[in-house]
């Protein structure tokens, strides 16, 4: 066995990490991008989940909007013609 060959996944990791390391310091402008990256990626993950949460908020306002208009979430749904009778009931005098 070549005594530079690492013996474990840990060893292999570590060796790996190591050269990348000296890679990046030697190529600043790669370093930079992996940064940027990272930066990117933190945003985007932060943006979304800030836009899941507004999200599921928007949901629970609404579902409260149709309940309260349903009088409840087992109410049957509107029908155009039940306003018109309603509207029939209240022009005309008994």
């Known amino acids: 066995m ?3 060959r690492p ?3 840990v060893q292999a990791t570590g060796q790996v990490a190591s050269e990348v390391v ?4 030697q190529q600043p402008a790669m370093l930079a991008i992996v940064v ?10 932060w943006f ?3 836009l ?4 599921k908020e928007n949901m629970q306002r609404l579902l409260t909007i149709v309940e309260r208009c349903t ?5 049957p749904p509107f029908h155009r013609g039940s306003l018109e009778d309603k ?3 209240i022009s005309k005098p008994d």
């Open 2 to 4: 070549p005594e530079d």
């Open 7 to 9: 013996q474990s996944a």
């Open 22 to 25: 000296s890679g990046l310091k």
């Open 36 to 45: 940027l990256n990272v930066v990117v990626i933190v945003a985007a993950v």
């Open 48 to 50: 979304l989940r800030e």
């Open 52 to 55: 899941a949460t507004s999200a």
């Open 71 to 75: 009088d409840g979430p087992q109410s």
């Open 87 to 89: 509207d029939d009931a």
